[in-house]
């Protein structure tokens, strides 16, 4: 098999790079190890930054999100049982954001390449990326127990953080930057309307919580976990008692209950491989960065990622130039260590180091004060969350 770009993954990112070739009339193949099913269901982000909004809206991906989509003009701040809220448009000069679960985003996507789009393979694992440093990478993948080589022009890494594509890029001329933390977060859907029509951030004593939503009827709630945590440890009562702790508030704001549907551990990590580009390899998405999702970067990142490669190739192709393509790990990862440093941001703000002494409560607390008392500091987060434009 024979292809211009050979993409491996079909997330968000490898998804959303070949509908923006195939609208630039450029040939891809996509490999998905995994089915469709399961593709589809993968519970994940649920926030999309206005830019990815209008991204996927040019891309022809937009008609059920601006159905079904809720728009966002702000979040709740919450600790000390105090509640702020930051106003975005009014900080930002007009942004916002959308939440659309990124499920949806994946079925729109599936949808419209299998229907328009060039092949999308499921069960198709890559087993190695080969000769990324020459004008001709192949792919290595088994599809329907057959082992085949994709022969390429240029191959895109979407395969997420356990993928097999960063594997082809020398050990030599990487670099890794990583933190792990030490606790993780207990996610919940629950089918109770949410308690409140914005998301919330809580920190408390006990720990970091999160109110969120996928639609009007049905909830996503998270708190933080000690890491290694078993989600089934935890019956709904306790789910459900710890969320109202640490959601508590002054005021007679209450959270409703309902039927918990899924329930699932995330470990938090932020993680950084540069270069993103090794010769015709490029790497997008998860398959290069990892942020915490305090931030609700991760699927943001990835589609700036796949933006930049895809103008980037376009650009060429109409100019002859390389410039662009060249420059493209660049051009990432000024994006991506902005939304490291938001995410790591966030993650310390919120969260309960278990280790924490009575002065870095402090500090919390006073850092939480700062953002709502000073303008700039409320400025700075809400620009940060709705997101930098691309390039
Ligand atoms: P994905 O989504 O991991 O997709 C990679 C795909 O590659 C496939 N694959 C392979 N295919 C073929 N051959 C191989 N050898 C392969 N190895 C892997 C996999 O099966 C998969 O289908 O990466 P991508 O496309 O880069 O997208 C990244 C996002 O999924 C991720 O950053 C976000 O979900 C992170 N994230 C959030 N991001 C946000 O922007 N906003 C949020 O609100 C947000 N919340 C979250 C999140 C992630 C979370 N978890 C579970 C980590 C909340 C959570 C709880
Ligand atoms: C979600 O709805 O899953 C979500 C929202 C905001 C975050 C992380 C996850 O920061």
């Not at 919330?200 to 969120?212: I, K, T």
């Not at 280790?355 to 409320?378: C, K, V, Y």
Request: aromatic share 8%; proline share 5%.
């Amino acid at each position: 098999m024979r292809t211009t770009v050979g993409i491996i993954g079909a997330g968000p990112a490898g998804l959303l790079l070949a509908r923006l070739l195939h609208n630039a009339g450029i040939g891809s193949v996509v490999l998905e190890s995994r089915d469709r099913a399961y593709v589809e269901q993968r519970q994940r982000a649920g926030i999309l930054e206005q830019g990815t909004v209008d991204v996927l809206r040019a891309a022809g991906a937009g008609d059920r999100m601006d159905r079904e989509g809720l728009r966002h003009d702000g979040i709740e701040l919450r600790f000390d049982r105090r509640r702020h809220r930051v106003d975005f448009p009014e900080l930002t000069g007009g942004r916002s954001v959308m939440v659309y679960a990124q499920t949806e985003v994946c079925k729109d996507l599936i949808a419209l390449q299998l229907k328009e789009g060039g092949p999308l393979l499921f069960e198709a694992e890559a087993l190695a990326v080969e000769d990324a440093d020459t004008d001709s990478p192949r792919v290595r993948f088994r599809h329907e127990g057959r082992e085949d080589v994709l022969e390429c022009d240029y191959v895109v890494g979407c395969d997420g953080f356990w993928g097999v594509a960063r594997n082809a890029i020398p050990e030599e001329l990487t670099q890794v930057f990583e933190r792990t933390y030490p606790f993780g977060w207990l996610g919940i859907l629950a089918d109770v309307p949410p308690s409140h029509d914005e998301l919330v951030y809580a920190r408390h004593d006990r720990g970091f919580a999160l109110l969120s939503m996928r639609s009007p009827s049905v909830s996503r709630l998270y708190l933080q976990v000690p890491e290694g945590t078993d989600a089934e440890e935890w019956s709904d009562e306790e789910i459900w008692n710890e969320l109202e702790r640490r959601f508590e508030t002054a005021d007679d704001w209450h959270l409703e209950r309902g039927p918990i549907t899924q329930k699932s551990v995330t470990p938090m990590r932020s993680y950084v491989h540069e270069p993103m580009r090794h010769g015709r390899l490029f790497l997008a998405g998860d398959a290069a960065h990892i942020v915490p999702p305090t931030g609700a970067k991760g699927l943001n990142l990835a589609v700036g990622d796949v933006v930049t490669f895809a103008r980037a190739l376009v650009h060429l192709q109409e100019t002859g130039s390389p410039e662009r393509l060249d420059a493209y790990s660049e051009t990432c990862l000024r994006r991506v260590w902005q939304a490291e440093r938001f995410s790591y941001a966030m993650t310390t703000l919120l969260h309960r180091m278990p280790d924490a002494t009575p002065f870095e409560d402090r500090i919390q607390l006073a850092r939480l004060e700062r953002i709502t008392d000073a303008r700039s500091a409320e400025q700075d987060l809400a620009e940060s969350y709705t997101g930098f434009p691309l390039e």
